[in-house]
């Protein structure tokens, strides 16, 4: 089984991980809303 | 003479100077978040309280001389972007509003910040969905809007928005390490950097992704021999970057400076990239054109009036020039 231990210690390495992943990750999110809206209203 | 390039060439040194000055005064306020000391927020405002509303004057030029010189232009645009443009202004208004009322209030000086702040950053990401739905096109048929309310709204103009957040920031960071000076200075200067690496990867991103929206975009500045042309813009943008990064931590004028040459820089491959459109994929200016005449008798109301907009925007800024002190202006 998979270790749960992370393995990048580095906390600086870590939070500018988790940046990119959350910036990402919320313009995907958002684009596909942005779509799914689009595409309810008729306009996709 | 033809006044049709003359009134495209002006409106877009309207838009560009609007870009940049009120860039750096909004973003002062998207940088507020990061920002706790209560002190240190009305210092930055002050750095900007004698200019900011000033800096918007550019923004009725461009919007005023685009419905009187491309009138065709206007009504497509403002019916395609309807909702953008009223969620701009009315976050502007919060934001203005709070200009004042943040350093008369005592019991509300949270709210006012939170205003001041969440207008700024709504303002900005509006113009950055606009400037995505732009690139990526409007809906026109025989001169009139056939899209869509939310046709600005996508994943690309959602990243736009971002990107223009990120570098207002930026903007708004070395208009405040230049104004500013010790401890808070130093606060910003480490702001900055990772700012640096953001807009850097921004920038890289919309520009691909511009060229993949729509293939002439590509072929424009991929085909031989444009490609020798063109790639100075990149590169030369590529060196600003790393100077930028460099700069940050130690210079004073020059982080401003470098930022507002790789604002220029973008809005010139910007032009590039769309000229001679002015509503994409196809109302080009000459068609989106007032008659003759019309562009004549204006051209002669900004030959006046634009050098004295020049004039007193120039003395506005020598006379705040240097470091903002603690007293404010306010």
Redesign the interface.
């Known amino acids: 089984m998979a270790s749960l231990k992370p393995h990048i210690k580095s906390p600086k390495t870590r939070r500018w991980l988790w940046f990119v992943g959350l910036?990402v990750g919320g313009?995907?999110v958002?684009?596909?809303a942005?779509?799914l809206?689009?595409a309810l209203?008729?306009?996709a | 003479m033809d006044y049709q390039l003359i009134w495209v060439l002006l409106i877009a040194v309207a838009v560009f100077s609007y870009v940049t000055l009120d860039g750096f005064d909004l973003g002062i306020g998207i940088l507020f978040p990061f920002i706790k000391d209560p002190k240190n927020r009305g210092r930055m405002m002050n750095t900007v309280a004698p200019v900011w509303d000033g800096n918007e004057t550019w923004l009725i030029l461009g919007g005023g001389g685009l419905y009187a010189a491309f009138p065709l232009a206007y009504s497509l645009l403002m019916t395609a972007f309807y909702i953008p443009v009223f969620t701009m202004l009315l976050a502007l208004v919060f934001r203005g509003v709070a200009f004042e009322f943040r350093f008369k209030s005592k019991n509300h000086q949270k709210h006012w910040d939170f205003a001041f702040s969440a207008g700024s950053i709504i303002a900005a990401a509006m113009q950055g969905a606009m400037l995505g739905g732009f690139i990526e096109g409007i809906a026109v048929e025989n001169g009139r809007f056939v899209g869509g309310a939310f046709d600005w709204l996508s994943p690309f103009s959602i990243f736009c928005a971002t990107a223009v957040v990120v570098g207002y920031a930026l903007l708004g960071t070395g208009w405040l390490i230049m104004k500013m000076e010790g401890d808070f200075q130093g606060n910003l200067r480490k702001l900055a950097k990772p700012a640096v690496i953001w807009m850097a990867a921004n920038l890289g991103v919309v520009s691909l992704m511009t060229t993949y929206v729509n293939p002439v975009y590509a072929q424009r500045w991929f085909e031989t021999p444009n490609i020798f042309y063109l790639a100075p813009i990149p590169l030369v943008t590529v060196g600003l970057l790393y100077w930028l990064w460099h700069a940050v931590k130690k210079r004073e004028k020059t982080v401003f400076g470098i930022t507002l040459g790789i604002f220029f820089l973008s809005y010139l491959g910007f032009g590039i990239t769309l000229f001679p459109n002015i509503v994409p994929p196809v109302i080009t200016f000459r068609d989106a054109a007032a008659p003759e005449n019309s562009l004549a008798f204006m051209l002669v109301g900004a030959a006046i009036l634009l050098p004295i907009i020049l004039g007193y925007t120039a003395y506005a800024y020598w006379v705040f020039r240097g470091k903002t002190g603690d007293e404010g202006y306010h």
Do not use: P
Request: no cysteine; glycine share 16%.
């Open positions: 910036y313009v995907v958002l684009g596909a942005s779509l809206l689009r209203m008729g306009q």
